[in-house]
């Protein structure tokens, strides 16, 4: 089945800092996790997040070698194994219950949560300035803004580089890169006119409000 791509960009985000990507490649059920280690360990050694890359091309390599144990179910005990009880319960659903409640208050605090995969994903594709945005607002640093414009981005596909400024900004801000500020950063776009608000509504959900 594997794990959706929500659940597996849920992962990589929020336990980069508390997972070694390394002890968990042991639970998986690779044939050869150390070889697998070692190849994920090679691609990503220039990269300016390795810790990311790693988690994230770890849980790629889970999907595709060993679908029939990657999925959710598992990768919960996983976590439990390694002490991320709140992780796994997010993962669970047993923090979903007071979501289900339609008070401002509740809806209020979906604002303090990170910007989910999906919605960096529509985001990118109404982006006609990106390379501004990236620069002005989300302070892309100019040799990643080069590596966007030259295609130098390695297993993305379709090439995108509007997603791979925001998924920078997303990695790097971790937990903080929630909706509000991505919210706050739209804003400004606006006011300076290159942004149309439309974006705000076609990007986030109402609950996320």
């Avoid at 985000?13 to 997972?19: V, W």
């Avoid at 679908?67 to 598992?74: I, V």
């Avoid at 409640?101 to 919605?119: C, I």
Wanted: glycine residues 4%; charged residues 35%.
């Amino acid at each position: 089945m594997g794990l959706d791509s929500e659940t597996l960009n849920t992962v990589t985000r929020n336990m980069k800092a508390k997972l070694s990507w390394k002890k968990i490649a042991s639970r998986m059920g690779f044939r050869d996790h150390a070889s697998v280690i070692t190849m994920i360990e090679h691609k990503n050694r220039y990269s300016f997040d390795a810790l990311y890359d790693n988690l994230h091309d770890i849980l790629i390599e889970w999907n595709e070698q060993v679908p029939d144990k990657a999925n959710k179910e598992n990768m919960i005990k996983i976590l439990q194994n390694e002490d991320c009880n709140e992780l796994a319960d997010q993962l669970e659903g047993k923090s979903g219950k007071r979501k289900d409640s339609s008070s401002s208050a509740s809806k209020k605090l979906e604002r303090t949560r990170p910007v989910k995969y999906n919605e960096l994903s529509k985001l990118a594709g109404k982006l006609g300035h990106w390379k501004r945005f990236a620069i002005e607002h989300l302070h892309v640093p100019e040799y990643e803004i080069k590596k966007a414009e030259q295609k130098l981005i390695p297993d993305m596909n379709p090439y995108n580089p509007s997603m791979y400024v925001l998924q920078y900004w997303s990695n790097k801000n971790g937990d903080d890169a929630t909706v509000e500020k991505m919210i706050k950063l739209l804003e400004k776009a606006k006011k300076d006119g290159y942004i149309v608000p439309q974006v705000f509504d076609e990007v986030f959900d109402e609950d996320d409000d």
